[in-house]
Nanobody
Framework: VQLQASGGGLVQAGGSLRLSCTAP???????????MGWYRQAPGEQREFVAH???????VYASSVRGRFTISRNNSRKTVWLQMNSLKPEDTAVYYC??????WGQGTQVTVSS
């Protein structure tokens, strides 16, 4: 699976970023049937779950981001987004797009300055 993540950057605390992940080589029926998610990995830490959205639109968030982050998808565009608001320095990490069960994107760096 080829997943292309983008949208990371440097932002001040309290700011917002929107991450995007596309799967250009997926056919529509494959993409639309898969749970898509985001994980993150801070320096020296293990990769951790951030959010996912199932094929029928059900969403789950890590407690650390609930209420601040929103995951969404558009199957016809084979794209999933992560809208991140009220960012905190502890959100600094490389963010990875994931397609169940084992598809990973290349990661995009998010840095939140205090």
């Amino acid at each position: 699976v080829q997943l292309q993540a983008s949208g990371g950057g440097l932002v001040q605390a309290g700011g917002s970023l929107r991450l995007s992940c596309t799967a250009p080589r997926n056919i529509f029926s494959v993409f639309s049937s898969k749970t898509m998610g985001w994980y993150r990995q801070a320096p020296g830490e293990q990769r951790e779950f951030v959010a996912h959205i199932t094929s029928d639109g059900a969403v789950v968030y890590a407690s650390s981001v609930r209420g601040r982050f929103t995951i969404s998808r558009n199957n016809s565009r084979k794209t999933v987004w992560l809208q991140m608001n009220s960012l905190k320095p502890e959100d600094t990490a490389v963010y990875y797009c994931h397609q169940a069960p084992q598809g990973w994107g290349q990661g995009t760096q998010v840095t939140v300055s205090s």
